[in-house]
């Protein structure tokens, strides 16, 4: 079985906090980071795109 996406093949958590460490309230506020991170990536590709390189 492959290893969660945050833990490394021992189980360690790598460079983020481990969801299933967090209480429900901390999972919803870290789930909600990482939507808003996504949507301000996605944004910032959208305006590379459509902004023409001089």
Do not use: F, N
């Not at 790598?14 to 990536?41: F, H, I, N, Y």
């Amino acid at each position: 079985m492959a290893a969660p996406p945050c833990r490394d093949v021992a189980g360690h958590c790598v460079g983020q906090r481990c969801p299933d460490r967090l209480s429900a309230r901390e999972r919803k506020d870290a789930l909600r980071q990482t939507a808003d991170r996504r949507a301000s990536v996605y944004a910032r590709r959208a305006a590379a795109i459509a902004a023409p390189e001089a």
